[in-house]
C-alpha cells in the first residue's frame, strides 16, 4: 500500500457531522478534499471546493473516486446500507483507505450490540471491509457519543429549554464522549498517520464524563436547580427490548449511551 494520503472525498458533508469534519480538513491544509454529493441534493459548501454529484449508481461512484486515496463515509442511519456499494466503488476506483461510518459507541463489542441492536448494520460493515483488506486498507473510529450534539438535542437525556433531565441510574455511569470539532481532528490524524492506524479500530474520546457531573455543571451555569426524573435501567432494558423486537427502532436511544457506559461504552477503560 503506497502512503501517504493526500486525496480525500467526504460522502456525507453536510451532515451534523459531516460538517465538522470538512472544516477541520480544509483547516489543515493537508489534503486535496472533495466533497460527493447525491444529484438530488441541494446541500451547499465552500466556495472553491470540489463537489462531485452522483446518483449512487456503480458507475457513478467509481467515477467521482477515480484518482482518490481515501474515502470517508458519514452517512446517518439511512445510508448505512448503502456503505457495501461505496466499498465496492473504491475498491473498483483503486482507492487505498475506507473510513466507515462508526462514529459512537463501540461496535466491536457484542455486548453494545445486544444493548443497542442496530449497531449490528455497522459491524457487518467492518466484516466486509476485513475482507476485502488485502486490497483496501480500514480504519474504524470509535469516539464515544457526540457530547456537544447530544447535549444540544436532549438525546443525553437533558432538556436545556425547560431545565429537565432525565437520570439513569444515580448518574454516576461514567462514558467516554467526543465533540463533533474532536472527531474532525481525529479523522484528520488517522489520515496523516495511515501506517499505524490502518485496518483496526481506533479508539478516542473528548473526555470522560457522567450525568451527575453534566448536571451539576449545567445548574451552575444556569444558576438555578433543575426538575430531575430518576430512571432504573432494568426495567427501561426489558421496554425498550421489546419495542424493538415489535419494529419499534426508537426505542433504543439516549439512554444507551450511559447503560453502555458501565465500563462497556468507555472507549478507555
Known amino acids: 500500500m503506497t502512503f501517504p494520503l493526500k486525496n480525500v472525498v467526504i460522502v456525507g458533508a453536510a451532515g451534523n457531522l459531516g460538517s465538522h469534519v470538512l ?11 472533495t466533497v460527493l454529493s447525491r444529484d438530488s441534493s441541494t446541500s451547499t459548501f465552500p466556495d472553491g471546493l470540489k463537489v462531485i454529484k452522483s446518483d449512487y449508481s456503480h458507475d457513478s461512484l467509481v467515477s467521482a473516486f477515480k484518482g482518490q486515496d481515501a474515502v470517508i463515509s458519514i452517512v446517518g442511519n439511512g445510508g448505512f446500507s448503502n456503505q457495501q456499494k461505496l466499498i465496492d466503488a473504491a475498491l473498483a476506483a483503486g482507492v487505498k483507505r475506507f473510513i466507515p461510518s ?55 437525556g437533558f432538556n436545556l429549554q425547560s431545565h429537565e433531565a432525565t437520570i439513569y441510574d444515580a448518574g454516576t455511569i461514567p462514558a467516554s464522549v467526543s465533540t463533533l470539532a474532536q472527531i474532525g481532528r481525529a479523522l484528520v490524524a488517522v489520515l496523516q498517520n495511515p501506517e499505524a492506524t490502518g485496518n483496526q479500530y481506533v479508539y478516542v474520546e473528548s473526555f470522560t464524563v457522567t450525568q451527575k457531573q453534566i448536571l451539576g455543571a449545567l ?30 427502532f426508537s426505542a433504543v436511544t439516549g439512554w444507551a449511551v450511559w447503560k453502555l457506559g458501565a465500563g462497556v461504552g468507555r472507549v478507555v477503560e
Open 23 to 33: 472544516k477541520a480538513f480544509l483547516s489543515s491544509n493537508a489534503f486535496n478534499i
Open 102 to 156: 462508526e462514529f459512537g459507541n463501540n461496535t466491536a463489542d457484542e455486548r453494545v450490540r445486544a444493548l443497542a441492536p442496530l449497531l449490528d448494520g455497522k459491524k457487518a460493515i467492518v466484516d466486509y471491509l476485513k475482507e476485502k483488506q488485502d486490497r483496501l486498507s480500514w480504519t474504524a473510529l470509535i469516539t464515544g457519543p457526540f457530547f456537544d450534539w447530544g447535549l444540544q438535542t436532549g438525546f443525553l
Open 219 to 248: 445548574e451552575k451555569a444556569t444558576g438555578k436547580g433543575w426538575k430531575v426524573t430518576d430512571v432504573d435501567f432494568e426495567p427501561l432494558i426489558q421496554e425498550s427490548t421489546e419495542r424493538f423486537k415489535g419494529g419499534d
